[in-house]
């Protein structure tokens, strides 16, 4: 009981303290007026209220991840906290405000431009046909996942093929309207109710005295999981998540001034954290401990667990707020990881989106690759996700520790976490099952001889890499004169 409430006091102070010094150490312009204003459009760069920006960056980032991952990493036992806590606090929060923010320095731009910006054309290219493509995969799985729950639970005349086509229809006009429509008018909504549900299972769990397990580094998977760097990679959104950085250039073209950037992006990574503790605590409270978790999920899976705690805590209202997370959460992601690859695809072609036309040039052929990936039995694909999402994080770090470098700032709030993620991403695929399959030993030995390389290589290349492309052309132009 102790641990969690201590871990839910350490991420509160997180945000107040380290949060702060992250947003000295960026060093915002409260009289710089942010691409909101500036490339205003009324259909991606739109103003809008600081509480919606932050509830629609929430329910972005946040999707199932906080609440399937925590409780799935829960299986790993109370180490699990301390991933969430430092995770979110010394990585994930700086991941997500870093991308932000320089997106807003940059005109809202997308990730795999910025990371183009700070780490060269080739890495650019690279990254920009994987993030797209991760974009894609992300929105069609959650597609089919709602759809099959909203089958489930619907008349029999509602079949599966029904409701892939309205999940569909709805993703088709998310991705193509004005952003404050559909999302800056249901998101909020659904943010309001993911925090209700949050705040309901965590007061239960404590209120009615349930066996929190206090903190140990004992590793109690009951498959023989390793630690590391399985639980890295398994609590992604609960603590970082590359995902996120494709999330956050949708709300830098939203945000009125720099000066919310800590409450929007900081802000909104610590609440996801707060949102991870609380189930990975309730998983194992609730079932008395890793084994009965473990039980549990084997039958009914994630969406079962989470049915069976609201619902017992929290009563038919607790129900409605678990079948709202299920379905919602997955939607609200994917319709905006559609949205995000329009704007990369723009970004890439340098394709203005004002006109609806423009926009749907974009869109249909995107979407015609991703309804037909629905015929596709792709779960080995998706397997791979985990490892993509956190290696995008790893390249979002170190782009941003190219920009703080550049601009003389303190660069190892993003080196160290990008050179841990480094070493995370490279053991996880060595050792994998859908990897090289190496033994465990090796496997990280190899991470971490990649992670130092890596670092070796930013130390000493660090400030050829932060040279943009403004730069060069004025080293020339001084040459010349």
Sequence with gaps: MYSFIFGIILLILGYVVYGKYVEKEFGINENLKTPAYT??????????????????????????GPIFGAIQGALFGPAAFLWIVFGSIFAGAVHDYLSGMISIRHKGASLSEIQGIYLGKKIQNIMRVFSIVLLVLVGVVFVTGPAKLLAAI???????????????????????????????????????????????????IVIKGYQIPEITLANMHPKGLPIFPMMFITIACGAISGFHAT????????MKNEKYGRGVFYGAMIS?????????????AFYKGVPGLAAVLGKVGPSGVVLEITKSLLGPFGGFLAMLGVVACPITSGDTAF???????????????????KRLALAVPMFAVGIGLTFINFDIIWRYFA???????????????????KYN?????????????????????????????MAPMISNILGLAVAALLLGIFLTKAKEFAKTIEDIKSEVATSKN
């Design 39 to 64: 490339l205003q459009d009324g259909i991606d760069y739109v103003p809008m209220p600081t509480w919606k920006v932050f509830l629609i960056q929430l329910l972005n980032i946040a999707g199932l």
């Design 154 to 204: 619907t008349p029999s005349y509602m079949t599966l093929t029904f409701w892939v086509v309205v999940v569909f229809v709805y993703y088709f006009l998310a991705t193509i309207l004005p952003i404050d429509v559909l999302i800056g008018n249901l998101y909020p909504l659904f943010g309001i109710a993911l925090v209700v549900m949050a705040v309901g299972v965590g007061g239960g």
């Design 247 to 254: 999330q956050s250039p949708l709300m830098a073209r939203c």
């Design 272 to 284: 996801e954290g707060i949102i991870a503790l609380v189930w990975a605590a309730a998983g194992m």
């Design 339 to 357: 949205r995000g690859a329009r704007l990369m695809l723009a970004d890439m072609i340098k394709f203005p989106q004002d006109k609806i036309t």
């Design 387 to 405: 490892w993509a999402n956190q290696t995008l994080a790893m390249v979002t770090l170190w782009a941003s520790a190219v920009y703080l470098l």
């Design 409 to 437: 700032k303190n660069h190892w709030i993003a080196t160290v976490p990008a050179t841990f993620m480094s070493y995370v991403s490279v053991s996880y695929i060595m050792q994998a099952k859908e990897g090289f399959k």
